[in-house]
């Protein structure tokens, strides 16, 4: 059976861009953090299971709760970077990107002794106006990113983006890309990959999507977040489409999970890329 990916964004519930206008970055640290108790439900359920995950872990939590990472840690799963400020690339621009990439990468060394190798950007946010951004990844030693989403979407998205693993050429070196989980219907790629996407659609349709991965013996990629778990986190009054799909089926999530984790086997994305890159193609940003 095939080894597919399991990864976590480690962030708070404000984090999250649809909740940006009720919980600016300026009033975080007013904030109640809740990411502690879900994260470790996540820990005991990846260690029932024998799974290990790799986690993609936000520089200003990582600042704040330095005790959880080194648990991650100590439990054998991988610790990535996903940045220091939750703010989109394609926001930061080029110096404040390095910036925030460097704070980081800092902050995650000192806490577990080593560099992360992976990243990936809040929200998806490697599209086509920022695939700079890999030759920076690339500038900065980072072996791995899994920032582009090959899908349509408001808010990213790079639908022409390859919708499995490659290693990306840049002037700086090579970086691997791997993307979220997504399917083809209809002549464009649907996403799945985790968060809003795992709540919504029924286990079944996801198993049958990630079995389409197994008989091609191609390794796919999820992800969920903390705050998923937690149904009790303080409700705020964002409206619409917006609302339904942040707050939808949260009670779930967990069973949800559970149900994925016996069917399919998971480990780091550092592992499985070990384990593809001879067979990975290259792609030309």
Not at 69 to 81: D, F, L, V
Not at 102 to 111: F, P, Q, S, Y
Request: contains cysteine.
């Amino acid at each position: 059976m095939t080894v597919h990916v399991l990864t976590i964004d480690l962030e708070e519930w404000f984090h999250v861009l649809n909740l940006r206008e009720f919980f600016p970055p300026k009033d975080w640290d007013n904030l109640e953090r809740r990411s502690v108790a879900p994260t470790k439900v996540l820990l005991d359920l990846f260690d029932k299971k024998g799974v290990k995950a790799t986690f993609f872990c936000l520089g200003w939590l990582a600042e704040r709760e330095p005790d959880l990472i080194r648990e991650i840690k100590s439990q054998g799963h991988e610790i990535a970077s996903h940045g220091y400020s939750h703010i989109r690339i394609n926001e930061l621009g080029k110096k404040s990107f390095l910036e925030d990439l460097e704070k980081a990468e800092k902050i995650i060394k000192d806490i577990t002794g080593e560099k992360p190798k992976g990243y990936r950007a809040c929200s998806f946010s490697i599209i086509k106006n920022t695939k700079w951004a890999f030759e920076l990844l690339a500038e900065k030693g980072y072996e791995y990113d899994s920032s582009v989403f090959p899908v349509i979407h408001p808010d990213y998205g790079w639908k022409e983006f390859p919708t499995t693993p490659v290693i990306v050429k840049t002037k700086n070196g090579d970086i691997l890309e791997f993307p979220p989980l997504s399917a083809r219907f209809m002549g464009r790629n649907i996403p799945f990959g985790g968060g809003g996407y795992f709540r919504l659609f029924p286990v079944w349709l996801f198993s049958l999507v990630i079995s389409a991965y197994d008989k091609k013996n191609m390794p796919c990629c999820i992800y969920l977040h903390p705050w998923e778990l937690d149904y009790k986190q303080p409700r705020v009054g964002v409206k619409g489409l917006k609302r339904f799909r942040h707050y939808l089926n949260l009670s779930k999530t967990l069973k949800r999970l559970e149900s994925i984790l016996d069917k399919f086997q998971f480990n780091t994305m550092e592992s499985v890329l070990k384990e593809i890159r001879s067979k990975l193609p290259y792609y030309n940003i």
